[in-house]
Structure formats: C-alpha cells, structure tokens
C-alpha cells in the first residue's frame, strides 16, 4: 500500500503506521480472529465510496446517487448469497457485535429468554455476558462445556431447553476448538419452539471453503464477521431464512443503524468474490492442517490442550502445568514477536486479566504461506519462550529467528 499522502500531511501517524508494518512483517500472528486481507480488499475500503451516504437497501434509498452504490451492494449481497447458500443476505453490519445485537432487536422483545455459550468455555460477550448489553437487555440462560472432554454437552443444553423454553438458542463460539453438532441444536431448537441462531464468526471461511459443516441449511439465521477467517474487510453480514428478512433488515437499518459504510461493503463483495475462488478452499485446508500440525506439536512439548486437539484454525492450552500465567506467556511472547492472546480456560480460577490459558490459531499464518514445517517451529519457539520468561538474552535469539522466518513469508500490502 502506498501512504505518499499521510506521508506529507501527518508524518507522525505515517511513523507509526510504518512501525506497525514492520511488526505485522517481522512477527507471526497467532491470534486466531485476525487475518491479512487482500490489497484489492484494502483498495475497496480506502476508495472514495466513503463518501456516499446510502441508508436503505438497494432499490430503497432514503438519499440519491445511488445508481453505483446499488450496484456494489447487489454485488456483496448475490456472491454471500453463491458463498453460504443462503436464502437471504444483510451486508450492511457494521461488524459482529452489531450484527448479533440486531438479530436480537429483530427477533425478541426486552426480558426475553435466550440460551448461549458461557463465555470463560468459549462464548462471546455478545452471548449473554451480565454486562454487556446482551446480558442486561435479555434473559441469558447459559451453556457450557464437558469437563472431562472439553466439548459442547448437548445433553446439557438439551435439559436446559427443555428446563427454561428460550424463545433462541445462539450457537456460537469464540474460544472453542471443535466442530459443531449443528443438526442437534437445530432439533433441540425446534423441540422447544426456539429460534436457532448460529454465529460462525470464527470458522466462517472454514464453512465457506467446505472443510466445516455449515450451519446454513439447517439454521434460522446465521450471522458472521467477514474478517477473521473469511479475510474480507472488518465487518459482519447477517444471513437468514425468507422469513425472518423483514425483521433483520428493519432491524439493522432503521432500528440499530443509520448510514451503510459502502466503502466496506465493496470490500465484503471483493473478498466474497475470492472465497468463491478455487485458491480459497486450499487456503482454508491448509488452515486446518496446520493447525492440527500446531496442536500436535505442542501436545508434543507437554502442552495441555482443551479438548486435546483441534477440528478448526483455533487451539486453547491451560498452561497450569507450564508454570506461568497467560498474561506472562502473552507478555514473553510479545516480546520474541509472536503474537497471541491469554484466554481463560473452561472454569478457570484465574481471573479473566490474568487467565490460566492462551488462545492461539494458524488463519494468518496460513495466508502468509506458512505450512507445517514452520508450525513445527513456531511450537518450538512458544515452548522455549514460555519455559524462559526471565531469560532476556534467549528470548532476543529467538526474536531474530521469528523475524528471520518471517521475512521469507510476505504480508499482502507490505512492502519489504
Ligand atoms: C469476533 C466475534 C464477534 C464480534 O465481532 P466484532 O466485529 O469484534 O464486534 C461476535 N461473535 C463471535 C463468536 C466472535 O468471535
């Protein structure tokens, strides 16, 4: 990317743009929400579509000039559509959070009772956290995971369907390594009248590139980030049965929000149009792989993995038996250039700022070219790292080994 103009007119945030290249460059991105996406991706989102002011939907517009705007949008919507099979498509979410709490705005009234994932086993704060929004406004019965597996417990979150009659069931997860019995929780939905509604932020591309189930079929509504996994712009689409698309799109557009940022939905089409392409699906494969080969890896080196392993790009570790906390690993690991982020751990005694686990997954790795070969490494690394958090002088030899990988490895948009 070229940034002649920052450059000229405010050379200290170009300062630090540029430092910020050289650590996305030098260090490897292990945290399994973030990506690298496409510079055709990050021309959509730095265009002049910023600009223009389109609330409504295509067709229904409440400004004018919308004879491009439409045509863009249209564009995001068909290709989501081609993408997840979906019946019905918004692309106009500002990004996951919002999404989540329009499918909520559009399907329940205030006090009503919803079931998600606890989020110390994997839930997200939009799931119900007491002090977020999702928690204050709606009755939020909460599920977990097995304490002997590390898996969901469907038979848990039957009885507690059956047990508390939510009006939906939220099926999504933010910090939880395995495949999704989607068939199941659609049935438990459908036995006790609730909606059901999937939130595959995380695994999106992996849904997309056919190497996990996807929940389309079966679910009510699906919503999704576009920019973990799926590597399109930061962002959220919601998708749904014919049925419910008054509801979503009233609630996203005039209830929840006003102005569509066009600029990214230009960035969610160009990315959809990539994830329809044959590369994806390797890409999303070798996602897979590697972390399995990561995950593998480690157990190698004593790492205590929840649920013992991995079916997706995410893998959990408690590292009790590794003597240190996340918040130490987090922080040593910071410092040798590789970059995850500490996470409770199912139950965890330890605070949730200073967690017992760390939360790590391959998706940037993975766009960057990075195969098993280099996971092999990068657990090598962690381990020496986090067995030697004192030790200043090896933890600045592996750094210059990270960053020597690295530079073999190019980032799209960075110049070396
Ligand atoms: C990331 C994530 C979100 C929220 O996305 P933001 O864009 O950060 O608001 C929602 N649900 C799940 C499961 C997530 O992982």
């Known amino acids: 990317m070229n940034y002649e103009h920052i450059k000229s007119q405010d050379p200290d945030l170009f300062e630090t743009i540029t430092k910020e290249e050289e650590r ?49 949008e249209n564009l995001a919507i068909e290709r989501a559509k081609k993408l997840f099979g979906a019946e019905h498509v918004n692309v106009q979410p500002y990004s ?37 929004f999702s928690g204050k406004a709606y009755n939020f019965v909460q599920y977990g995971v097995n304490k002997e597996t590390g898996k969901i417990d469907m038979d848990e979150v039957y009885k507690l369907a059956k047990e508390h009659k939510p009006k939906m069931i939220v099926a999504g997860f933010t910090a939880y390594p395995r495949d999704i019995d989607w ?22 591309g992996l849904v997309a590139g056919g190497v996990l189930e996807s929940p389309v079929p079966y679910f009510d509504v699906v919503m999704t980030t576009t920019h973990k996994t799926l590597r399109g712009p ?5 998708m749904c049965k014919e049925k419910y698309a008054k509801a979503i799109d009233r609630a996203v557009f005039p209830g929840l929000q006003g ?33 399995a080969h990561l995950a593998s890896e480690l157990m190698k080196r004593d790492f205590k993995l929840i649920s ?59 766009t960057r070219g990075m195969k098993e070969a280099e996971m092999e490494k990068i657990a090598e690394w962690i381990d020496r790292t986090i067995s030697n958090v004192e030790d200043e002088k090896l933890l600045s030899e592996i750094k210059e080994e990270v960053k020597e990988m690295c530079l073999k490895f190019p980032v799209p948009g960075i110049k070396i």
């Open 24 to 72: 996305q460059m030098e260090g490897i991105e292990l945290i399994p929400s973030e990506n690298y996406t496409s510079e055709a991706v990050m021309e959509a989102c730095g265009s002049i579509l910023t600009n223009k002011y389109s609330e409504g939907y295509p067709g229904k517009r409440y400004y004018g000039g919308q004879e491009n705007i439409d045509v863009i």
């Open 96 to 132: 996951g959070s919002p999404a989540n709490t329009a499918i909520y705005f559009a399907l329940l009234e205030f006090g009503d009772t919803v079931m998600g994932l606890k989020l110390d086993h994997g839930g997200h704060i939009t799931h119900g956290l007491p002090i977020a």
């Open 183 to 204: 068939k199941r929780f659609k049935e438990i939905a459908d036995e006790v009248g609730a909606i059901s509604m999937a939130d595959i932020s995380h695994t999106a």
């Open 234 to 238: 930061r962002g959220a689409i919601i």
């Open 259 to 291: 102005g569509p940022h066009e600029h990214t939905i230009a960035g969610k089409a160009i990315a959809f149009k990539e994830a329809l392409n044959p590369s994806f699906k390797e890409y999303v494969a070798q996602v897979k792989v590697n972390a």
């Open 308 to 366: 013992d392993g991995t079916d997706t790009h995410l893998i959990l570790a408690d590292l009790t038996n590794k003597n240190v906390t996340g918040k130490i690993a987090q922080i040593a690991l910071d410092e040798v250039g590789i970059t995850l982020n500490k996470n409770t751990i199912p139950d965890d005694p330890r605070s949730p700022f200073d967690p017992s686990g760390i939360r790590l997954g391959t998706p940037a790795v993975t």
